[in-house]
């Protein structure tokens, strides 16, 4: 492994160079005028991997945008990973917080600022130079290995799952790696082993066709928008417990080996506070704040809309009122029922009520043990000199339950962002002592799985 990890800390200049080249693509899905970018990272990617030696690439055409494709497949005694991640980003809104222009990647101590920079772009990058190293140095690759690269996950990867299905057998791995994930903290090495489901939902009320003067209609007619907002509060008690009936039913608890792992980690709520900017917190006990944010499901609110909301004053009672509202859901819970549970909750209380569904996504929960468990948690050590802990993500990625059903391989998280790198906010950023450490745990968790199998 030495002259691998000499090509990467030689090549670290050129390695920024070509980085800033990527992320200075605004490939942001969410905006339709952005799809000429989108293509335009697509065939980026794609030349890259053709560049540092990977066979097979191709754009591949779906429904939506497509997907980059490249594979290595000359170690016939070794196992075949096929590694997953995104190229698309989320939007830069509001552009007036960002400190330098959001694709115009800026270094400030240390650090590379722009979009995609942890999210997903420097991830599927560091990749690309683990393999560089491995063929500059010794002409190949110690496994094989499959890559697809998509351009939709951050508007929810809806044409992923058949494309999957219908690519299963050029797809066919022994294992699966997705490095859409993060480190728990700087210092503190960490594989994250599950994810949280989803369900989204659009909550409406109608209560007239029109505006109509509040002087002259308001005390008689109920406000939808205080109607609805009566409706959302009985649905969390003060501390934040959802009172759907039936909605814990399925919730499995935390074993003692998560909870040392969560007590192993290092997480302090002072920490936790400042790197989010946050004010305050529903407890402040270290260990509840990361079941809350990990190993519990969740009913949040995103957003309340309805009435007149611009400058001056318009005195109506507003004829609709809706919400946007999740569920994030743990291991074992049925996002059908779900759906169910808060349809008939609404219905018992306001029948005029209609309550849309939609990403319908179970929780994800892998292993912790066996040989590429192992394999990770070694590559993990070798690059950050620490036993790493193994956490859950309270996010949802659709790609992995996707791989898992139709590929029937098993699904492991390499991440390397860390909290303070702002998925989705502006003044996203990347350092670069955690890439380096990711690109020498690639290398590494390279050489741990071709030598699995090997005679």
């Keep these: 492994m030495d002259n691998v990890i000499d090509f990467v800390n030689v090549n670290r200049d050129r390695y920024l160079d070509e980085l800033k080249a990527l992320l200075a693509i605004p490939s942001i899905s969410a905006l339709p005028e952005h799809a000429p970018d989108i293509r335009r990272c697509a ?32 170690a016939p005694d070794a196992p075949t990973i096929l590694f997953y991640g995104h190229y698309d980003v989320q939007p ?14 800026t270094i400030r101590d240390g650090e590379i600022y722009a979009r995609g920079a942890a999210d997903d772009k420097g991830q599927v990058f560091m990749h690309f130079k683990a393999v560089e190293a491995h063929m500059k140095q010794n002409g190949r690759l110690p496994v094989n290995m499959k890559f697809i690269i998509e351009g939709e996950e951050e508007v929810g990867s809806a044409h992923l799952d058949e494309f999957v299905r219908s690519h299963r057998s050029e797809l066919a791995a022994d294992v699966v790696v997705i490095s859409d994930s993060g480190m728990f903290a700087k210092g503190v090495p960490s594989i994250c082993y599950g994810l949280r489901g989803l369900v989204y939902f659009q909550i409406d ?10 002087g002259s209609f308001g005390g ?44 192993r ?22 260990i509840e704040v990361m079941k809350r944010i990990w190993l519990a499901p969740t009913f949040e609110v995103h957003g309340i809309a309805g009435g007149y909301q611009g400058p001056g004053v318009k005195t109506v009672v507003p004829p609709r009122a809706t919400a946007i509202v999740s569920c994030r859901l743990v291991p074992d819970m049925d996002p059908k029922k779900i759906v169910r549970l808060v349809k008939a909750f609404v219905k018992k209380k306001n029948r005029d009520v209609v309550v849309y569904a939609e990403h319908e996504l179970p929780a994800y929960q892998g292993k912790t043990t066996g040989p590429y468990a192992d394999a990770i948690r070694g590559a993990m050590k070798f690059a950050f000199g620490k036993e790493p802990v193994f956490v859950r993500e309270g996010g949802s990625i659709g790609a992995v339950l996707s791989m898992e059903r139709v590929l029937k391989s098993p699904v492991y ?5 860390l909290p303070e790198h702002g ?30 199998r090997k005679a």
């Design 413 to 417: 998280f390499l991440g390397l962002s």
């Design 43 to 74: 065939e980026w990617c794609a030349d890259e991997m053709r560049r540092i030696g990977l066979q097979n690439v191709k754009l591949i055409e779906t429904a939506g945008n497509p997907v980059v494709y490249g594979d290595w497949l000359n």
């Design 205 to 214: 009320l109608r209560g007239s066709s029109t505006d109509l003067h509040s």
């Design 92 to 105: 830069v809104d509001p552009v007036e917080l960002w400190q330098s222009p959001p694709f115009e990647a």
């Design 220 to 263: 008689a007619l109920a406000n939808p928008g205080m109607v609805l907002a009566q409706m959302l509060a009985q649905m969390k008690d003060r501390g934040g417990r959802v009172k759907i009936p039936g909605f814990y039913d399925d919730v499995v608890r935390p074993t003692p080996g998560e909870l040392r792992d969560l007590a």
């Design 265 to 286: 980690s290092g997480f302090t709520v002072a920490g936790f506070k400042r790197d989010h900017l946050l004010r305050s917190l529903r407890t402040d006990d270290p």
């Design 423 to 452: 998925y989705h906010a502006p003044n996203e950023n990347f350092d670069w002592p955690q890439a380096e450490g990711g690109m020498a745990a690639f290398a590494d968790y390279f050489r741990r799985l071709g030598e699995m």
